[in-house]
């Protein structure tokens, strides 16, 4: 299965109108952001129906604001469960994958970055053999803080067998440039299920722009997928309430997908 493209679909946009707009202007698929109010109760089959009508997948954003690597035992425990009701709905709504943060809100500097380090391991262990077990793929995105960038990657995939989801805008963020990421996606990309496409224009910091309205350097990112033959799922995660800005992000990124397929 080829590259496919997709848009976030959260509490901006209106859950029927998205995804007769995805359907209409060519997306694959729909990601699913289960953190906001708008997903508080989620229709699986509303979903499954509104999707199939218009053959387009789903992809699931995980909550996120969640402690899976804490050490007290009973946050990273609850926060462990509560993922995992999640992917359920995922998986009842035919999320392929489901993206989710490996992080900790404890300091290293009283808790030992190492052993954190560890505890966040054994919950994505966890998260991402519940979500096998249920037909959906875990990949862990990459995020602003030591718990885990982009850099990170390498360490994740020894030390689990978890997936990952890079976010382009946070890796920008954390200083990685646009070859450093297609540099990952080239060495990497057996284990990169997906990727979030996002521009900003600050140096260290996210804005959700559509591509073209940063400073991001896609042109390697693009050019890694195309030769690399990489197969997943892009999703242009903006935060907008104009639906065309999703479009334009698309025009942008298969103008660059075309031009290194020349």
Known sequence: MSLRQGFMIDATVEFEAGVAFAAEHGFDFVELNMEHPFFRELDPGRVRSATADRGLDVVAHLPYRLDIGSPHEHVRDGSCRQLEAAVDTAAACG?????????????????????????????????????GDAGVTGAVENVKQSYFDAGDFPDLFAATGADACLDT????????????????????????????????????????????????????????????????????????????????????????LADARE
């Open 95 to 131: 999320a392929e994958t489901g993206v989710f943060h490996a992080t900790t809100n404890a300091s290293p500097d009283g808790w030992g970055a190492e052993t954190l380090r560890e505890w966040i391991y054994e919950s994505v262990r966890r998260v991402d053999d519940y979500a």
């Open 169 to 256: 805008g946070h890796a920008h963020a954390m200083g990685y440039t646009g070859a450093e990421q297609a540099a990952l996606l080239r060495d990497h990309g057996d284990r990169i299920a997906h990727v979030h496409l996002n521009e900003t224009r600050q140096p260290d910091r996210d804005e959700h722009l559509p591509l073209g309205h940063g400073v991001v350097d896609f042109e390697p990112v693009a050019r890694a997928l195309v030769e690399t033959d990489w197969t997943g799922t892009c999703t242009h995660e903006i935060y907008s309430w104009d639906l065309d800005s999703r479009a334009s992000s698309k025009a942008v990124f298969d103008e660059l």
